[in-house]
């Protein structure tokens, strides 16, 4: 009889991330994803910090936009799509760095990238917006510690580039996931959607 272990369901998350993946890389955008990674560390700014200090200032920006029952109303209007443009563009620019797609977007975030969250998010308050930066902690420190071993399929996905300009499905797959938790985690952030983010690649 054959042992099978039991599945285990993860919720669906409603923000949804796909990437335009290509059928080749090219050496000459790996090298300048080297370039831009050497210039940023010479100022000290890391993409990690960057990503950092995005979840520390989301629900900050949440916050400061829903001190007032108004504020709230318009954050849930108006801000909603503003905050979404941004997000997009920011999974844009990590699908590049990231190696899942092999282009920056020059018009549109959506030429690399498509990101959408189902349904609407309750209005943020203040007190619930801030809460977020502690309520996320979980979900960002196990990020962090897969994001420890992306560093290294990162570096795996790289030498592939250099000798057959290729990515292997199980890297693909592993950097792909690495991206949409982190940006339905900053979606949370921003008080876009009232669901956790589910600890899940898919």
């Given at each position: 009889?054959?042992?099978?272990?039991?599945?285990?369901?993860?919720?669906?998350s409603?923000?949804?991330?796909?990437?335009?993946?290509?059928?080749?890389?090219?050496?000459?955008?790996?090298?300048?994803?080297?370039?831009?990674?050497?210039?940023?560390?010479?100022?000290?700014?890391?993409f990690?910090?960057?990503?950092?200090f995005?979840y520390?200032?989301?629900?900050?920006?949440?916050?400061?936009?829903?001190?007032?029952?108004?504020?709230a109303?318009?954050?849930?209007?108006?801000?909603?799509?503003?905050?979404?443009?941004?997000?997009?563009?920011?999974?844009?620019?990590?699908?590049?760095?990231?190696?899942?797609?092999?282009?920056?977007p020059?018009?549109?975030?959506?030429?690399?990238?498509?990101?959408?969250?189902?349904?609407?998010?309750?209005?943020?308050?203040?007190?619930?917006?801030?809460?977020?930066?502690?309520?996320?902690l979980?979900?960002?420190?196990?990020?962090?510690i897969?994001?420890?071993?992306?560093a290294l399929?990162?570096?795996?996905?790289?030498?592939?580039i250099?000798?057959?300009?290729r990515?292997?499905?199980?890297?693909?797959?592993y950097?792909?996931?690495?991206?949409?938790?982190s940006?339905?985690?900053?979606?949370?952030?921003?008080?876009?959607?009232?669901?956790?983010?589910?600890?899940?690649?898919?």
């Open positions: 009889m054959e042992n099978t272990l039991p599945s285990v369901d993860v919720p669906p409603p923000v949804h991330l796909t990437v335009v993946q290509p059928a080749r890389f090219t050496r000459m955008q790996l090298l300048l994803r080297v370039v831009v990674f050497c210039t940023l560390g010479l100022v000290g700014v890391s990690v910090g960057l990503f950092l995005a520390l200032a989301l629900p900050v920006y949440a916050a400061v936009r829903s001190a007032t029952p108004e504020g109303a318009t954050y849930a209007r108006d801000d909603r799509s503003r905050v979404l443009a941004l997000l997009r563009w920011v999974a844009a620019v990590n699908a590049w760095v990231g190696l899942t797609t092999d282009r920056l020059v018009r549109s975030p959506e030429e690399s990238v498509a990101l959408h969250v189902a349904g609407e998010a309750s209005p943020p308050t203040t007190g619930s917006a801030l809460a977020r930066v502690l309520t996320g979980p979900c960002l420190l196990v990020l962090m897969v994001g420890c071993f992306g399929v990162w570096l795996w996905a790289a030498l592939t250099l000798i057959g300009e990515v292997g499905p199980v890297a693909s797959a950097l792909l996931g690495l991206q949409r938790w940006v339905r985690l900053l979606t949370y952030q921003a008080s876009l959607t009232d669901a956790y983010p589910p600890f899940s690649f898919r």
